[in-house]
């Protein structure tokens, strides 16, 4: 799977859209950008996938960069209880052996400040 | 709520104790899963069940021993563990082989004395 690159932390204002970047330079065709978020002391939380497309859920949005070698999470109007941190996983999803494995690397801590 | 519940959601227990972990899901899924995490390490992937058989076990030391009994449940079950065996341990589940939405329970904080 390919690698993927966050920043360590970010800091958002509540109300304020929060822009989570991630690199992911060396992405094949096959594989989905997905991401999670992990609230402190509770279990991850799938959040957006995509390939290609630009994404929208009731949750957030997702920008894929044409060259697909970048991407980023938005929250449209950051909330208190959006402070966690968020993890960008590349995943092929057409791999066989460890095809169940999704690697959560460090993630971005996102504190969002009132 | 998830639709993934674990029991207990604290544990404490000597190296010498035996206890065990449940996890439930009310999904419908095929697969399960047990991932470790410890302080300020990524999530570790434990075990993996597909239709109640185990079809990934990721070099994990044999005082951990899962269980699945039917496509719904799972367990941890452990004994003689190890301080730093010390972590939350978190169950998930999926629609099936190599889905990669995964619904999580909450974990159970699992301290070894």
């Known amino acids: 799977d390919a690698k993927t690159t966050q920043p360590t932390s970010m800091d958002c204002a509540e109300g304020r859209a929060a822009n989570l970047p991630c690199n992911h330079s060396t992405i094949s065709g096959n594989e989905y950008v997905y991401w999670y978020r992990q609230i402190h002391s509770q279990g991850p939380q799938y959040i957006i996938h995509?390939?290609?497309n630009n994404e929208t859920n009731e949750m957030a949005s997702l920008i894929i960069t044409e060259d697909r070698k970048s991407s980023t999470l938005i929250l449209p109007h950051a909330t208190l209880r959006d402070t966690a941190v968020y993890y960008c996983i590349v995943r092929d999803i057409y791999s066989g052996a460890g095809s169940y494995q999704l690697t959560f690397g460090k993630g971005t801590k996102l504190s969002v400040i009132p | 709520e998830t639709g993934v519940t674990q029991t207990p959601r604290h544990l404490v227990m000597g190296m010498t104790n035996k206890k065990s972990l449940k996890c439930e899901q009310h999904?419908?899924?095929?697969?399960m899963y047990w991932y470790k995490q410890s302080a300020k390490k990524p999530l570790e992937l434990m075990f993996v069940?597909?239709?109640?058989?185990?079809?990934e076990n990721n070099s994990v030391p044999s005082r951990f021993s899962p269980e699945c009994p039917n496509s719904s449940h799972l367990f941890l079950h452990l004994h003689t563990l190890q301080p730093e065996d010390s972590a939350l341990y978190l169950c998930a589940s999926s629609p099936g082989q190599g889905a990669h939405i995964q619904y999580f329970g909450a974990g159970t904080r699992l301290s070894v004395l």
């Open positions: 995509g390939l290609k």
């Open positions: 999904l419908g899924h095929n697969a």
């Open positions: 069940y597909s239709l109640e058989e185990r079809v």
